[in-house]
């Protein structure tokens, strides 16, 4: 395995969008283009809203198991609430993943329009604040999300806001993830090589080691950004609307070293993803003679979902 430096994703500050959006725009483009990944600091999120996230998500997993499963849905296909360990598995993988996770999704008012198609959050009893800890860090990511957008559509040669109407009321899920510790000897990896579904995801918690990006010349190379920092990546339905201008790169988090697998490790990406009712559509702008479209057949968002999730087991056919 090829131990790359890190700095090879070059590390960007999103507080250099609001002083030259045009520069920041292409500095993500490229970080994307090139990596499908990009590393980004300054995101706007409080450090204080974050250490408390990392508190709820800990003492939640530290809970009895039958108190945890308790929250799960065997039907809900992993969309709120709690998904017992070893429960998903990568695309074309042999081995289930070794983690656990939580889902928040977005809260909708009653009779909204999307009330069939994006399920009411479940809530724990404990630990106290929780519910309102991932309201507030949902919201918070929603806005540096949208922030992300906006540069990627002036990259794309779009108009800022053009993603705007793709992800109103969009159904991004905001996972909490609980690695445990793993047997010296363990063969599996954490989390088998996947490509994410939605538009990008924004990742908090990838200090700890074990992420790795598959790059174009075939090699692992390991991601740590910088204390703080965000790991953002390209998710399937932009890889799809960009005619695979911008890749969604296969990744995956691999056993730490020995001395390391007796500890857990925890992860909070948010998944954004567009409208249910989106029609992932190739931008004509990314359909040239040598790049022809891939996808001349569009589809909803929801229903592109819908495959992805029965391809990884949440859902059955």
Known sequence: MLDTPTAEVPPLSLADEAADPAAFAAALGDSFERFGFAVVSDHGVPADLIARAWAMTEAFFALPEETKRSYFSAGGGGARGYTPFKTEIAKGATHVDLKEFWHVGRELAKGHRFEAQMAPNVWPDQPEGFRETFIELFAALDVAGDRLLSAIARHLGLAPDWFDHAVKDGNSV?????????????????????????????????????????????????????????????????????????????????????????????????????APDFLIETLPSTITAARPDRYPTPISAHDYLHERLVEIGLVKK
């Not at 390209?234 to 911008?246: A, E, I, P, Y």
């Not at 056993?255 to 992860?267: L, M």
């Open 174 to 274: 905001l996972r909490l993830l609980h690695y445990p510790p793993v047997p010296a000897d363990a063969a599996e990896v954490r989390a088998g090589a996947h490509e994410d579904i939605n538009l990008i995801t924004l990742l908090l918690g990838a200090e700890e080691a074990g992420l790795q990006l598959l790059t174009k010349e075939g090699e692992w190379l390991p991601i740590k950004p910088p204390e703080g920092a965000m790991v953002v990546n390209v998710g399937d339905m932009l890889q799809r609307l960009t005619n695979h201008v911008m890749p969604s790169t296969t990744h995956r988090v691999v056993n730490p070293a020995p001395e390391r697998r007796g500890h857990s490790r925890y992860s909070m990406p948010f998944f954004l993803h567009p």
